[in-house]
Structure formats: structure tokens, C-alpha cells
């Protein structure tokens, strides 16, 4: 599931306040998925949106431009916020070795911009029908602009850690909502996954969700249109 870390502090309750600023970039079933061999992050000053950074000697290009790709001048309006700006911008990726020793690739990317935080994963060979397997979960089968997609939600996990000392602990947070979208219009090739959360557990935002994913999914590299 998605996470987010909240911090308590026993000296009162402004440190949950402060506190909606920290993040694990896991989520879903892409937690599973998610092997963050390389992490870019950029993250805003007061008044100048994040941008991605740059590929390094050590990363691989993708990572960067799919953050670049998400990360894009209309993304406010998007979401839903546009007065406000993206305050982090972040991408990774690596290999991921299955039970059976399978080894498969994916790079992802995140923004956060005020509350809310955006992921987009690209699961590279995975297709729509074997990430349904993996899901488990209520899902919903649909297509989304002709390629075959599913929906599904989870709830996000906090960790609460105390500034005071002590053990920390974990509950449910609030609601990711998650859409998978194959690469083309067949269900055997590769897959997209957008996923929208809040910190603060406010309900995220569908229309936003699909309003991303209209925008930023075809500009991928290796997304086909469809018919």
C-alpha cells in the first residue's frame, strides 16, 4: 500500500501538521513492484515549482524523463490545483526478481503538489491481465483511450513516529486510487499504472486521476494508440 509517514510529538499537536510532508514512495501492488535502484529528487523553493532532475552517470535517462513526462507545465491544472505548484518531483526504478526468478523491469515517477501525491509507474512487460493477479482486491475492468485498464483502490498505511522517543507504530490511512492502462490495445503487452493519494486522507479525486492519465500516457515512450 501506499505510505505515509506522520509524525506525532508528545509536546502537541502541531508536529501533525509539519508532519504531512514526508513520504515513502511505495504503493499497491507496486510496492511489490517497485525496485528503486536509482532516486532522483528535486524539490521546490516558496515560490518555484520542482523540476525533475537530470539523468546522471550512474542513472539511466528513463527515470528523469518519465518524471519530466508527469511532471509537466499543466500538471496543476490537472490535479485539480492550479494556483498551486509542484513542491517535490522525484523518479527511480531498477529490476525486481519474482519467487520463480523472474526479473522484470520498472521505473517510476512521483509529484507532490500541495497535499496530494501522484505516481507513475511503468511496469514495462507486465501485462494488464498478470498485474490483476497481483493486485488482489476489488478491481474494475474497463478500457481507457481504446488500450484495456483496471481500477482498483487500497488504503494508504501511516507510520507514526514519536519525536519524544519510542517505538514507532503503524495504521490505516487514507484511500489511493490506483488505474493500470496497457501500453496498446492488446492485454499482453507491457502497462502504465497512475496512482492518486492525499496526505491528509482527504478522498482523492477520480476526474483528476483521469484527467493525468489522458494527458501524460500518451506522451510515453512505448505507449500505441488506440484504435
Same mark, same amino acid.
Given at each position: 500500500?501506499?505510505?505515509? +509517514?506522520?509524525?506525532?510529538?508528545?509536546?502537541?499537536?502541531?508536529?501533525?501538521?509539519?508532519?504531512?510532508?514526508?513520504?515513502?514512495? @511505495?504503493?499497491?501492488?507496486?510496492?511489490?513492484?517497485?525496485?528503486?535502484?536509482?532516486?532522483?529528487?528535486?524539490?521546490?523553493? $516558496?515560490?518555484?515549482?520542482?523540476?525533475?532532475?537530470?539523468?546522471?552517470?550512474?542513472?539511466?535517462?528513463?527515470?528523469?524523463?518519465?518524471?519530466?513526462?508527469?511532471? #509537466?507545465?499543466?500538471?496543476?491544472?490537472?490535479?485539480?490545483?492550479?494556483?498551486?505548484?509542484?513542491?517535490?518531483?522525484?523518479?527511480?526504478?531498477?529490476?525486481?526478481?519474482? @519467487?520463480?526468478? &523472474?526479473?522484470?523491469?520498472? $521505473?517510476?515517477?512521483? +509529484?507532490?503538489?500541495?497535499?496530494?501525491?501522484? #505516481?507513475?509507474?511503468?511496469?514495462?512487460?507486465?501485462?494488464?491481465?498478470?498485474?490483476?493477479?497481483?493486485?488482489?482486491?476489488?478491481?474494475? #475492468? &474497463? &478500457?481507457?483511450?481504446?488500450?484495456?485498464?483496471?481500477?482498483?483502490?487500497?488504503?494508504?498505511?501511516?507510520?507514526?513516529?514519536?519525536?519524544?522517543?519510542?517505538?514507532?507504530?503503524?495504521?490505516?490511512?487514507?484511500? $489511493?486510487?490506483?488505474?493500470? @492502462?496497457?501500453?496498446?490495445?492488446?492485454?499482453?503487452?507491457?502497462?502504465?499504472?497512475?496512482?492518486?493519494?492525499?496526505?491528509?486522507?482527504?478522498?482523492?479525486?477520480?476526474?483528476?486521476?483521469? #484527467?493525468?492519465?489522458?494527458?501524460?500516457?500518451?506522451?510515453?515512450?512505448?505507449?500505441?494508440?488506440?484504435?
Amino acid at each position: 500500500m501506499s505510505e505515509d +509517514v506522520v509524525v506525532a510529538d508528545k509536546r502537541g499537536p502541531s508536529a501533525w501538521a509539519q508532519a504531512a510532508t514526508a513520504l515513502l514512495m @511505495v504503493g499497491g501492488t507496486a510496492a511489490a513492484l517497485l525496485g528503486l535502484g536509482e532516486i532522483g529528487e528535486q524539490a521546490a523553493d $516558496a515560490d518555484t515549482p520542482a523540476t525533475c532532475q537530470a539523468a546522471t552517470d550512474t542513472d539511466t535517462p528513463e527515470y528523469p524523463a518519465l518524471c519530466a513526462a508527469l511532471n #509537466r507545465p499543466d500538471f496543476p491544472a490537472l490535479a485539480g490545483m492550479p494556483t498551486e505548484h509542484v513542491s517535490h518531483a522525484q523518479s527511480g526504478g531498477g529490476t525486481i526478481t519474482f @519467487v520463480d526468478g &523472474t526479473k522484470k523491469r520498472n $521505473a517510476t515517477a512521483e +509529484v507532490q503538489i500541495g497535499t496530494l501525491q501522484v #505516481r507513475i509507474s511503468d511496469l514495462h512487460d507486465l501485462p494488464v491481465q498478470d498485474y490483476l493477479v497481483l493486485g488482489g482486491g476489488p478491481t474494475t #475492468r &474497463t &478500457t481507457f483511450l481504446g488500450h484495456p485498464a483496471m481500477t482498483y483502490s487500497d488504503h494508504t498505511a501511516a507510520i507514526y513516529l514519536n519525536l519524544g522517543g519510542g517505538k514507532a507504530t503503524t495504521g490505516t490511512g487514507g484511500i $489511493a486510487r490506483h488505474l493500470v @492502462v496497457g501500453k496498446d490495445a492488446t492485454a499482453d503487452g507491457g502497462s502504465y499504472e497512475l496512482t492518486i493519494w492525499h496526505q491528509d486522507s482527504a478522498i482523492p479525486d477520480d476526474a483528476a486521476l483521469f #484527467r493525468i492519465a489522458e494527458k501524460v500516457l500518451p506522451t510515453l515512450q512505448g505507449w500505441t494508440a488506440g484504435r
